[in-house]
C-alpha cells in the first residue's frame, strides 16, 4: 500500500513499548510526525525521552506495537522483514555517532561498502562515489584507515558512506556528540550544505545548540512529541 508521496516520513499514531518484568512500559505514545521531502528536521530529547526508539523505528531497526509508518510513500508498517532490511539498504542512509567504520579497511573501502555488499564491483562502485568523495574532501585520504584520521574525518566518511547509496533519507544519530566544537560545527555546515542540495535529513540530538542547525525542531519528552515553528529564513 502506497501514501501521498508529498511526505518523505509519514508516522500515524505509532505506540512502541517494551517489557520490564511482567509490566509493559510504555515508551512512544500516539505519535504523529510528518517530515517532507528535502526537509532537514531535528528531533530535539533528553536521555530516556523515547528517541532513540522513534529513531530505530524510523530506521526500520524496530517495529511499532501499532500505528502506520510510511517511508516515501511505502507502507513499513505492513512489511515481513526480509522486506525491511532491504529498505534499511537501500532508503535509509546511516550516520552514527561513533562512525561505525570498520577499522581495518580503508577509507575508499569503507565507503563503497554499501554498493558492494549490494553486488556492484569495487571499481564501479570506486567510479560511482568518486563525485561524493570529492565533495567531502576525503580524495586525499583514500588509502589510510580510520585510525589515521580525525573525529570530523572519520564521521565525514560516515556521510559519504551514508550518500553513495542514495537513499531516500539520511538520519542521524548525535552526529556530532563525539566531537569537537569546531569538528561539530563543520559537520552541521556540511548538513546544510547537503539539504540544499535537496537531501531529506532527519537528526536526533539531546542538544538544542546542535538542534538549531535543523530547519525545523520537533521535542519530545517522555514518549510524546510537540513541534517547534520552523526556522527556515532565519
Known amino acids: 500500500m502506497e501514501k501521498d508521496r508529498e ?7 505509532i505506540n512502541k513499548g517494551y517489557m520490564l518484568g511482567e509490566e ?6 500516539n505519535v504523529c510526525f510528518q517530515v517532507k521531502k528535502g526537509e532537514f528536521v531535528a528531533i530535539l530529547g533528553p536521555s530516556g525521552s523515547g528517541k532513540t526508539t522513534l529513531m530505530n523505528i524510523i530506521g526500520c531497526m524496530d517495529i511499532a506495537d501499532s500505528g502506520e509508518y510510511y517511508l516515501d510513500g511505502n507502507a513499513i508498517h505492513e512489511m515481513e522483514e526480509s522486506e525491511l532490511n532491504d529498505v534499511r539498504n537501500k532508503e535509509i542512509g546511516f550516520i552514527f555517532q561513533n562512525y561505525q567504520l570498520i577499522p581495518t579497511y580503508n577509507i575508499l573501502q569503507n565507503i563503497i561498502m554499501p554498493l558492494v555488499v549490494r553486488g ?3 571499481g564501479e562502485a570506486e567510479e560511482k562515489c568518486m563525485d561524493t568523495i570529492r565533495l567531502l574532501g576525503l580524495d586525499h585520504r583514500l ?7 580525525s573525529g570530523g574525518q572519520k564521521q565525514r566518511v560516515s556521510i559519504a558512506r551514508a550518500l553513495v547509496g542514495e ?3 539520511l538520519l542521524a544519530d548525535e552526529p556530532t556528540g563525539a566531537l569537537d566544537s569546531v569538528s561539530g560545527q563543520e559537520v552541521l555546515k556540511l548538513f546544510g ?8 535529513i532527519v537528526m536526533i540530538t539531546h542538544d538544542l ?6 530547519g525545523r525542531i520537533v521535542h519530545i519528552i517522555d514518549g510524546e512529541l ?3 515553528e520552523s526556522r527556515e529564513g532565519e
Open 120 to 122: 556492484m564491483s569495487s
Open 226 to 228: 510537540s513541534e517547534e
Open 193 to 200: 550544505k547537503l539539504n540544499a542540495m535537496g537531501h531529506t
Open 24 to 29: 509493559k512500559v510504555p515508551v512512544l505514545k
Open 209 to 214: 545548540n546542535v538542534a538549531k542547525a535543523a
Open 7 to 13: 511526505f518523505m516520513i509519514l508516522i500515524n499514531n
Open 167 to 169: 537513499p531516500a533519507i
Open 143 to 149: 588509502r589510510h584507515k580510520p585510525s589515521e584520521l
